[in-house]
Nanobody
Framework: VQLQASGGGLVQAGGSLRLSCAAS????????MGWYHQRPGKERNLVAT???????KYANSVTGRFTVSRDNAKNTVALQMTSLKPEDTGSYYC????????????WGQGTLVTVSS
């Protein structure tokens, strides 16, 4: 499976962005998909997941502000980000998620989000 995220950019605090991820491969619909956030110089952390059936889960830091969705027919997953904060700055990556938040596939291209205060 190849993964490519897009939609990042520069936004002021309080603004919104919508990230998209395109995944190749026929097994997409069977995977729990997730979005990971990596601040500069920091480790990559899982912030949102969605099952094939649409059940979502969020990290405390983004609950109420981010919404994850997916389209199994198009092999895409999206992350709607609202009320953005400077601490949301960083690169965002999508991947299938295994137990213990472990990514399943090799990392693809991420997308950079910069939130100015």
């Amino acid at each position: 499976v190849q993964l490519q995220a897009s939609g990042g950019g520069l936004v002021q605090a309080g603004g919104s962005l919508r990230l998209s991820c395109a995944a190749s491969g026929s097994s997409f619909r069977f995977n729990i998909m997730g979005w990971y956030h990596q601040r500069p110089g920091k480790e990559r952390n899982l912030v949102a997941t969605i099952t094939s059936g649409g059940t979502t889960k969020y990290a405390n830091s983004v609950t109420g502000r981010f919404t994850v969705s997916r389209d199994n027919a198009k092999n895409t997953v999206a992350l709607q980000m609202t009320s953005l904060k400077p601490e949301d700055t960083g690169s965002y990556y999508c991947n299938a998620v295994l137990a213990n938040d472990t990514p399943r596939f090799p990392w693809g291209q991420g997308t950079l989000v910069t939130v100015s205060s």
